[in-house]
Protein backbone atom coordinates (compact mmCIF):
# COMPACT_ATOMS: atom_id res chain seq x y z
CA UNK A 1 0.00 0.00 0.00
CA UNK A 2 2.34 2.96 -1.03
CA UNK A 3 5.46 2.82 0.46
CA UNK A 4 5.25 0.19 2.80
CA UNK A 5 8.42 1.27 4.99
CA UNK A 6 6.64 4.00 6.67
CA UNK A 7 4.08 1.98 7.95
CA UNK A 8 4.22 2.17 11.44
CA UNK A 9 4.27 -0.77 13.89
CA UNK A 10 3.70 0.44 17.74
CA UNK A 11 0.43 0.63 18.97
CA UNK A 12 -0.40 4.13 19.26
CA UNK A 13 -3.02 7.30 17.72
CA UNK A 14 -0.93 7.02 14.50
CA UNK A 15 -2.60 8.09 10.98
CA UNK A 16 -5.84 6.33 9.69
CA UNK A 17 -7.31 6.72 6.00
CA UNK A 18 -10.78 6.35 4.96
CA UNK A 19 -12.20 3.30 2.90
CA UNK A 20 -15.54 3.84 1.61
CA UNK A 21 -17.63 1.00 -0.20
CA UNK A 22 -20.26 1.77 -2.86
CA UNK A 23 -22.08 0.11 -5.56
CA UNK A 24 -19.27 -1.25 -7.98
CA UNK A 25 -17.03 1.60 -6.90
CA UNK A 26 -14.26 1.89 -3.85
CA UNK A 27 -12.79 5.24 -2.50
CA UNK A 28 -9.85 5.30 -0.20
CA UNK A 29 -8.18 8.70 1.31
CA UNK A 30 -5.63 9.77 3.77
CA UNK A 31 -5.37 13.13 5.56
CA UNK A 32 -3.68 14.94 8.62
CA UNK A 33 -5.36 17.60 10.69
CA UNK A 34 -4.14 21.13 9.77
CA UNK A 35 -2.80 23.19 13.01
CA UNK A 36 -5.50 24.79 13.90
CA UNK A 37 -7.92 21.78 14.31
CA UNK A 38 -9.05 22.69 17.90
CA UNK A 39 -11.40 25.18 15.02
CA UNK A 40 -14.06 23.22 13.16
CA UNK A 41 -14.69 26.02 10.90
CA UNK A 42 -13.17 26.30 7.90
CA UNK A 43 -9.76 28.53 7.53
CA UNK A 44 -6.61 28.97 5.71
CA UNK A 45 -5.32 27.86 9.28
CA UNK A 46 -6.91 24.56 9.90
CA UNK A 47 -7.80 22.70 6.46
CA UNK A 48 -6.76 19.16 6.64
CA UNK A 49 -3.66 18.04 4.98
CA UNK A 50 -4.07 15.65 1.80
CA UNK A 51 -1.86 12.85 2.02
CA UNK A 52 -3.33 10.20 -0.70
CA UNK A 53 -6.36 9.31 -2.51
CA UNK A 54 -7.69 7.11 -4.82
CA UNK A 55 -10.58 4.89 -6.31
CA UNK A 56 -10.99 2.10 -7.96
CA UNK A 57 -14.04 -0.22 -9.77
CA UNK A 58 -15.38 -3.85 -8.66
CA UNK A 59 -17.95 -5.83 -10.01
CA UNK A 60 -21.49 -4.99 -8.57
CA UNK A 61 -22.11 -8.87 -7.39
CA UNK A 62 -19.91 -8.60 -5.07
CA UNK A 63 -22.05 -6.55 -2.49
CA UNK A 64 -25.58 -8.06 -1.81
CA UNK A 65 -27.87 -6.04 -0.34
CA UNK A 66 -24.71 -4.40 2.13
CA UNK A 67 -22.99 -7.44 2.52
CA UNK A 68 -19.55 -7.99 1.38
CA UNK A 69 -20.55 -11.49 0.06
CA UNK A 70 -17.48 -11.96 -1.97
CA UNK A 71 -14.72 -10.17 -0.76
CA UNK A 72 -12.07 -11.25 -2.74
CA UNK A 73 -13.38 -9.41 -5.92
CA UNK A 74 -13.34 -6.43 -3.80
CA UNK A 75 -9.95 -7.28 -2.05
CA UNK A 76 -8.11 -7.85 -5.72
CA UNK A 77 -9.32 -4.21 -6.77
CA UNK A 78 -8.28 -2.84 -3.96
CA UNK A 79 -4.83 -4.40 -4.08
CA UNK A 80 -4.49 -3.21 -7.32
CA UNK A 81 -5.33 0.39 -6.62
CA UNK A 82 -2.70 0.61 -3.30
CA UNK A 83 0.06 -0.90 -6.07
CA UNK A 84 -0.36 1.40 -8.68
CA UNK A 85 -3.51 3.53 -8.58
CA UNK A 86 -3.02 6.29 -5.42
CA UNK A 87 -2.22 9.91 -5.77
CA UNK A 88 -0.02 10.60 -3.84
CA UNK A 89 0.00 7.47 -0.88
CA UNK A 90 -2.08 5.79 2.03
CA UNK A 91 0.59 5.64 5.08
CA UNK A 92 -1.05 3.60 7.09
CA UNK A 93 -2.95 -0.09 7.79
CA UNK A 94 -5.43 1.81 10.26
CA UNK A 95 -8.26 1.93 8.41
CA UNK A 96 -12.27 3.73 9.11
CA UNK A 97 -14.59 2.58 7.04
CA UNK A 98 -18.40 3.21 6.24
CA UNK A 99 -21.57 1.29 6.55
CA UNK A 100 -24.44 2.32 3.85
CA UNK A 101 -26.57 4.79 5.51
CA UNK A 102 -29.82 2.41 4.23
CA UNK A 103 -28.87 -0.60 6.23
CA UNK A 104 -28.29 1.00 9.28
CA UNK A 105 -31.47 2.21 12.18
CA UNK A 106 -30.49 5.92 13.46
CA UNK A 107 -32.34 7.50 15.92
CA UNK A 108 -32.49 10.26 18.38
CA UNK A 109 -33.91 9.14 21.87
CA UNK A 110 -34.55 11.46 24.73
CA UNK A 111 -33.56 10.24 28.30
CA UNK A 112 -33.74 11.47 31.89
CA UNK A 113 -29.30 11.96 33.15
CA UNK A 114 -28.68 8.82 33.80
CA UNK A 115 -25.37 6.40 34.86
CA UNK A 116 -23.87 4.95 32.44
CA UNK A 117 -24.91 1.76 33.10
CA UNK A 118 -28.51 2.70 33.14
CA UNK A 119 -28.37 5.01 29.71
CA UNK A 120 -26.97 1.48 28.46
CA UNK A 121 -29.75 -0.60 29.19
CA UNK A 122 -32.22 2.35 28.37
CA UNK A 123 -30.86 2.55 24.72
CA UNK A 124 -30.90 -1.01 24.43
CA UNK A 125 -34.89 -1.01 25.67
CA UNK A 126 -35.86 1.33 23.50
CA UNK A 127 -33.98 0.01 20.37
CA UNK A 128 -35.95 -3.07 21.18
CA UNK A 129 -38.95 -0.71 20.23
CA UNK A 130 -37.92 0.41 17.19
CA UNK A 131 -35.81 -1.78 15.72
CA UNK A 132 -37.77 -4.71 13.21
CA UNK A 133 -34.58 -7.00 14.00
CA UNK A 134 -33.63 -9.03 16.85
CA UNK A 135 -31.15 -6.86 19.48
CA UNK A 136 -28.93 -10.14 19.38
CA UNK A 137 -28.51 -9.90 15.60
CA UNK A 138 -27.40 -6.37 15.54
CA UNK A 139 -24.16 -3.86 16.59
CA UNK A 140 -25.56 -1.23 18.55
CA UNK A 141 -23.59 1.96 19.75
CA UNK A 142 -24.90 5.71 20.59
CA UNK A 143 -23.35 9.04 21.73
CA UNK A 144 -24.88 12.04 23.66
CA UNK A 145 -25.50 14.98 21.32
CA UNK A 146 -27.24 17.24 24.10
CA UNK A 147 -28.12 17.56 27.65
CA UNK A 148 -30.68 20.53 28.76
CA UNK A 149 -31.38 20.46 32.68
CA UNK A 150 -32.12 16.82 33.87
CA UNK A 151 -32.96 15.24 30.13
CA UNK A 152 -30.73 14.17 27.35
CA UNK A 153 -30.39 13.80 24.10
CA UNK A 154 -28.68 10.50 22.56
CA UNK A 155 -28.14 9.48 19.09
CA UNK A 156 -27.72 5.58 18.40
CA UNK A 157 -27.45 3.87 15.76
CA UNK A 158 -27.47 0.20 15.14
CA UNK A 159 -26.41 -2.12 12.08
CA UNK A 160 -26.97 -5.81 11.11
CA UNK A 161 -23.34 -7.94 12.27
CA UNK A 162 -23.65 -9.32 8.86
CA UNK A 163 -23.03 -6.67 7.40
CA UNK A 164 -19.95 -5.20 10.04
CA UNK A 165 -18.58 -8.25 10.09
CA UNK A 166 -18.21 -9.04 6.29
CA UNK A 167 -16.67 -5.58 6.27
CA UNK A 168 -14.20 -6.85 9.10
CA UNK A 169 -13.89 -10.11 6.83
CA UNK A 170 -12.38 -8.27 3.82
CA UNK A 171 -10.26 -5.79 6.31
CA UNK A 172 -8.40 -8.80 7.66
CA UNK A 173 -8.13 -10.06 3.90
CA UNK A 174 -6.21 -6.86 2.97
CA UNK A 175 -4.07 -6.49 5.95
CA UNK A 176 -6.23 -3.70 7.80
CA UNK A 177 -6.43 -2.45 11.17
CA UNK A 178 -10.12 -1.53 11.16
CA UNK A 179 -10.48 1.04 13.93
CA UNK A 180 -13.75 3.21 13.45
CA UNK A 181 -16.98 2.21 11.84
CA UNK A 182 -19.59 4.75 10.89
CA UNK A 183 -22.74 5.43 8.29
CA UNK A 184 -22.46 7.21 5.23
CA UNK A 185 -24.16 9.68 6.49
CA UNK A 186 -22.17 10.68 10.10
CA UNK A 187 -18.75 10.47 7.44
CA UNK A 188 -20.74 13.26 5.45
CA UNK A 189 -22.07 15.34 9.06
CA UNK A 190 -17.90 15.41 10.12
CA UNK A 191 -16.95 16.98 6.69
CA UNK A 192 -19.75 19.98 6.92
CA UNK A 193 -18.31 20.46 10.42
CA UNK A 194 -15.34 21.84 8.56
CA UNK A 195 -17.79 24.58 6.31
CA UNK A 196 -17.63 28.08 6.43
CA UNK A 197 -21.72 27.84 7.43
CA UNK A 198 -21.57 24.62 9.59
CA UNK A 199 -22.68 27.28 12.57
CA UNK A 200 -26.80 27.05 11.28
CA UNK A 201 -28.69 24.52 11.16
CA UNK A 202 -28.73 22.85 7.76
CA UNK A 203 -30.14 19.79 5.78
CA UNK A 204 -27.64 17.78 4.05
CA UNK A 205 -28.20 15.49 1.12
CA UNK A 206 -25.66 13.00 0.14
CA UNK A 207 -26.47 11.78 -3.33
CA UNK A 208 -25.04 8.03 -3.80
CA UNK A 209 -25.88 6.04 -7.04
CA UNK A 210 -28.72 3.96 -5.76
CA UNK A 211 -30.05 6.24 -2.58
CA UNK A 212 -29.51 9.28 -1.18
CA UNK A 213 -28.97 9.55 2.47
CA UNK A 214 -30.99 12.67 4.14
CA UNK A 215 -29.92 14.32 7.71
CA UNK A 216 -30.06 17.50 9.62
CA UNK A 217 -26.94 19.07 11.02
CA UNK A 218 -26.71 21.49 13.99
CA UNK A 219 -23.35 20.89 15.62
CA UNK A 220 -24.29 17.27 15.46
CA UNK A 221 -26.13 14.87 12.67
CA UNK A 222 -30.17 15.00 14.91
CA UNK A 223 -31.47 12.69 12.65
CA UNK A 224 -30.96 11.04 8.93
CA UNK A 225 -33.08 8.69 6.55
CA UNK A 226 -32.64 7.14 3.43
CA UNK A 227 -34.89 7.44 0.24
CA UNK A 228 -33.98 4.92 -2.72
CA UNK A 229 -32.92 7.25 -5.76
CA UNK A 230 -29.63 8.35 -6.52
CA UNK A 231 -27.37 8.90 -10.02
CA UNK A 232 -27.76 5.33 -11.43
CA UNK A 233 -31.77 5.39 -10.88
CA UNK A 234 -31.68 8.99 -12.46
CA UNK A 235 -29.51 7.60 -15.74
CA UNK A 236 -31.95 4.73 -15.92
CA UNK A 237 -35.44 7.31 -15.62
CA UNK A 238 -33.58 9.58 -18.13
CA UNK A 239 -32.99 6.31 -20.24
CA UNK A 240 -36.31 5.53 -19.94
CA UNK A 241 -38.08 8.64 -20.75
CA UNK A 242 -35.99 9.22 -23.97
CA UNK A 243 -36.04 5.61 -24.93
CA UNK A 244 -32.11 6.04 -25.17
CA UNK A 245 -29.33 3.76 -23.43
CA UNK A 246 -28.02 4.19 -20.57
CA UNK A 247 -24.91 5.36 -21.98
CA UNK A 248 -26.55 8.00 -23.73
CA UNK A 249 -28.82 8.71 -20.99
CA UNK A 250 -25.69 9.45 -18.61
CA UNK A 251 -24.12 11.80 -20.88
CA UNK A 252 -27.47 13.62 -21.05
CA UNK A 253 -27.74 14.09 -17.44
CA UNK A 254 -24.21 14.95 -16.86
CA UNK A 255 -24.25 17.43 -19.55
CA UNK A 256 -27.89 18.61 -19.52
CA UNK A 257 -29.60 17.39 -16.55
CA UNK A 258 -32.19 19.64 -15.46
CA UNK A 259 -31.25 22.72 -16.76
CA UNK A 260 -32.38 24.24 -20.51
CA UNK A 261 -31.86 21.67 -23.61
CA UNK A 262 -33.82 20.85 -26.30
CA UNK A 263 -35.34 17.51 -23.99
CA UNK A 264 -35.30 19.54 -20.84
CA UNK A 265 -39.25 18.34 -20.29
CA UNK A 266 -39.02 14.83 -20.90
CA UNK A 267 -35.85 14.81 -18.78
CA UNK A 268 -37.43 16.47 -15.88
CA UNK A 269 -40.75 13.90 -16.43
CA UNK A 270 -38.50 11.17 -16.11
CA UNK A 271 -36.07 12.13 -13.14
CA UNK A 272 -39.15 14.02 -10.79
CA UNK A 273 -40.82 10.80 -9.32
CA UNK A 274 -37.83 9.79 -7.87
CA UNK A 275 -36.72 14.03 -7.17
CA UNK A 276 -40.41 14.51 -5.61
CA UNK A 277 -39.85 11.55 -2.73
CA UNK A 278 -36.64 12.88 -1.85
CA UNK A 279 -37.78 16.78 -1.37
CA UNK A 280 -41.29 14.86 0.65
CA UNK A 281 -38.62 13.23 2.92
CA UNK A 282 -36.40 16.46 3.37
CA UNK A 283 -39.97 18.14 4.34
CA UNK A 284 -40.97 15.48 6.49
CA UNK A 285 -37.36 16.05 8.32
CA UNK A 286 -37.50 19.55 8.96
CA UNK A 287 -41.41 18.92 10.23
CA UNK A 288 -39.18 16.48 12.58
CA UNK A 289 -37.04 19.15 13.62
CA UNK A 290 -39.17 21.97 13.98
CA UNK A 291 -41.58 20.18 16.03
CA UNK A 292 -38.26 18.70 18.51
CA UNK A 293 -36.03 21.82 18.86
CA UNK A 294 -38.54 24.43 17.72
CA UNK A 295 -38.19 27.56 15.57
CA UNK A 296 -35.87 29.12 17.33
CA UNK A 297 -32.92 28.48 15.12
CA UNK A 298 -34.44 27.85 11.77
CA UNK A 299 -33.03 25.67 8.77
CA UNK A 300 -31.11 28.28 7.06
CA UNK A 301 -29.97 26.02 3.92
CA UNK A 302 -29.40 22.67 2.26
CA UNK A 303 -26.39 21.39 1.24
CA UNK A 304 -26.09 18.97 -1.49
CA UNK A 305 -22.56 16.16 -2.14
CA UNK A 306 -22.20 13.08 -2.88
CA UNK A 307 -21.54 11.37 -6.17
CA UNK A 308 -25.07 11.14 -7.55
CA UNK A 309 -25.18 15.33 -7.35
CA UNK A 310 -23.25 16.26 -10.37
CA UNK A 311 -26.42 17.00 -12.33
CA UNK A 312 -27.11 20.60 -13.87
CA UNK A 313 -30.28 22.23 -12.30
CA UNK A 314 -30.39 19.97 -9.73
CA UNK A 315 -29.88 22.58 -7.03
CA UNK A 316 -32.16 25.11 -8.94
CA UNK A 317 -35.23 22.36 -9.14
CA UNK A 318 -34.72 21.81 -4.60
CA UNK A 319 -34.81 25.60 -4.36
CA UNK A 320 -37.59 25.70 -6.30
CA UNK A 321 -39.75 23.04 -4.69
CA UNK A 322 -38.33 23.84 -0.92
CA UNK A 323 -37.95 27.84 -0.80
CA UNK A 324 -34.79 26.81 0.61
CA UNK A 325 -31.03 28.10 -0.26
CA UNK A 326 -29.37 25.60 -1.94
CA UNK A 327 -25.60 24.96 -2.55
CA UNK A 328 -23.25 22.27 -3.65
CA UNK A 329 -20.55 21.41 -0.74
CA UNK A 330 -16.93 20.51 -2.69
CA UNK A 331 -15.23 17.70 -0.35
CA UNK A 332 -11.91 19.48 -1.97
CA UNK A 333 -12.53 22.99 -0.46
CA UNK A 334 -11.51 21.10 3.18
CA UNK A 335 -8.26 20.05 1.74
CA UNK A 336 -4.83 21.75 1.66
CA UNK A 337 -4.29 19.69 -1.77
CA UNK A 338 0.07 20.67 -1.79
CA UNK A 339 1.43 19.47 -4.96
CA UNK A 340 -0.97 16.31 -5.38
CA UNK A 341 -2.95 16.33 -8.48
CA UNK A 342 -6.78 17.10 -8.69
CA UNK A 343 -9.21 14.42 -9.98
CA UNK A 344 -11.48 15.50 -12.73
CA UNK A 345 -14.46 17.75 -11.89
CA UNK A 346 -16.90 15.10 -12.78
CA UNK A 347 -15.26 13.09 -9.87
CA UNK A 348 -14.85 15.15 -6.91
CA UNK A 349 -18.02 14.84 -5.18
CA UNK A 350 -17.87 11.07 -5.46
CA UNK A 351 -14.47 11.93 -2.71
CA UNK A 352 -17.28 13.48 -0.33
CA UNK A 353 -17.68 10.60 2.39
CA UNK A 354 -14.08 9.26 2.20
CA UNK A 355 -13.18 12.95 3.18
CA UNK A 356 -15.15 13.06 5.96
CA UNK A 357 -13.95 9.52 6.91
CA UNK A 358 -10.66 11.06 6.59
CA UNK A 359 -10.94 13.12 8.99
CA UNK A 360 -11.45 11.57 12.02
CA UNK A 361 -9.64 12.37 15.01
CA UNK A 362 -6.95 9.74 15.56
CA UNK A 363 -7.08 10.69 19.20
CA UNK A 364 -10.81 10.56 19.75
CA UNK A 365 -10.34 7.05 18.99
CA UNK A 366 -7.68 6.14 21.09
CA UNK A 367 -8.44 7.79 24.05
CA UNK A 368 -8.55 6.05 27.14
Known sequence: MGNRQKLPYFFKPRPIFGLDIGNGSLKVMQTEPGP??????????????????????????????????????????????????????????????????????????????????????????EAEQYIPVPIDKLYLDFQPIRKTGEEMEILSAAVPREIVDSYMELANILGLEPVFIETTMSAAGRLFSHDYQSDVPTVIIDFGSLSSDIGIFDSNMLTASTVQGGGEVFTKSIADALHVSIQEAHIIKTRYGLGVSRRQSEVVSGMEPVLEQIVKEIRRLIRYYEEHYGTERPIKQLVTLGGGSNIPGLNEFLTEKLRLAVRPSDPWQYLEIHKLKLPLRADKQMYATAAGLSMVNPKEVFKT
Open 36 to 125: DSSSVAQSAKNLSKLIGYGSCHFDTKAIRDGVIVDPEIIAEAANKLFEDGLIGDITTRRVAMTIPSYRSFTRSITLPNLSAKELNDAVNM
